[in-house]
C-alpha cells in the first residue's frame, strides 16, 4: 500500500488502494466543509472509548485524515513533530475502530468514539490521561486535591 502518512496537510489526492479498503458500512461523513481547521489546516481531535466513553487521547487531523478516518473507520491522524499522517495502530497494532466522528457546537473540535484494541497512549497505558491530577481551586479559595 502507498505511504500515505508522506502527504501534506490540505492535500486531497488519496492512493487508489485507501478508497477500495472502504468497509461498507463507513461511518457518515463529515462535512469537512463545516469544520473549522486552524491557521494551519489542523483541527484537534478528542478520542473516547465508545464503551466505557473514557477520554483516550487527544490528536490532531488534517481534511485528508478526517476524510480517510471516515472512509476507513482506522483512526487516522497528522503527527505535528513528523508533519506527517499516521494511522493509530498501524506499527503497534494498538488501533482504533472508529465508530462515530461528532463535530463540536463550534465546528472547532470533532470527537471520535471509538473501539480501541490494546493501549491508546505511546507508553503502554490504557489512556493517555493517567498521569498526576493538577490541583484546583474551590470557590472558596482552598485548594482541591
Not at 461511518?27 to 486552524?38: E, K, L, M, S, Y
Not at 487521547?57 to 508533519?83: G, H
Not at 466522528?101 to 505511546?122: E, S, Y
Amino acid at each position: 500500500m502507498a505511504c500515505v502518512s508522506e502527504v501534506k496537510p490540505g492535500r486531497e489526492t488519496l492512493p487508489p488502494e485507501v478508497s477500495e479498503s472502504r468497509p461498507p458500512e463507513a461511518p457518515a461523513h463529515v462535512p469537512v466543509g463545516q469544520v473549522r481547521f486552524d491557521d494551519n489546516g489542523l483541527v484537534p481531535a478528542v478520542v473516547q472509548d465508545a464503551t466505557s466513553k473514557a477520554v483516550l487521547m487527544l490528536a490532531w487531523m488534517d481534511a485528508a485524515a478526517l476524510r480517510l478516518t471516515t472512509e476507513t473507520r482506522r483512526a487516522t491522524y497528522w503527527s505535528r513533530s513528523r508533519q506527517t499522517r499516521w494511522v493509530k495502530g498501524e506499527t503497534s497494532g494498538h488501533v482504533q475502530h472508529v465508530r462515530e466522528v461528532r463535530l463540536d457546537c463550534d465546528g472547532d473540535t470533532v470527537l471520535l468514539l471509538v473501539d480501541q484494541h490494546g493501549p491508546a497512549c505511546h507508553t503502554g497505558a490504557i489512556t493517555c490521561f493517567d498521569g498526576a491530577v493538577l490541583p484546583t481551586e474551590r470557590s472558596d479559595g482552598q485548594a482541591n486535591g
